[in-house]
């Protein structure tokens, strides 16, 4: 059984910041990629930011130069640094993770945290 566990939600002023925080456990043998996803109340869930084994990055656009994955030392956490939050970037925020756990290959969501950036 594989876990994701998110923290670091919140509620936060234009501007500010909030750091997410993503921890994967359970009968896992290899992480191939993690990422962020979002979802805005009457809107589809979108990517954030991924990050890859080899430590290769991508994000939204409208994220870009905001905000910055990065994989923890244990190798089975991620986090998303969120700079000069906006208003729109109101939504819950999904950990997601593909990987080799034993056995086999899954792909897995976090339960989930909610960011509220007020004007």
């Known amino acids: 059984q594989v876990q994701l566990v998110e923290s670091g939600g919140g509620l936060v002023q234009a501007g500010g910041s909030l750091r997410l925080s993503c921890a994967a456990s359970g009968s896992i043998s290899s992480i191939n990629r993690m990422g962020w996803y979002r979802q805005a109340p009457g809107k589809q869930r979108e990517l954030v930011a991924t990050?890859?084994?080899?430590?290769?990055?991508n994000y939204a656009d409208s994220v870009k130069g905001r905000f910055t994955i990065s994989r923890g030392n244990a190798k089975n956490t991620v986090y998303l640094q969120m700079n000069s939050l906006k208003p729109e970037d109101t939504a819950v925020y999904y950990c997601?993770?593909?990987?080799?756990?034993?056995?086999?290959?899954?792909?897995?969501w976090g339960q989930g945290t909610q960011v509220t950036v007020s004007s």
């Open positions: 990050i890859t084994s080899g430590s290769s990055t």
């Open positions: 997601n993770a593909d990987l080799v756990e034993l056995p086999g290959v899954g792909n897995y």
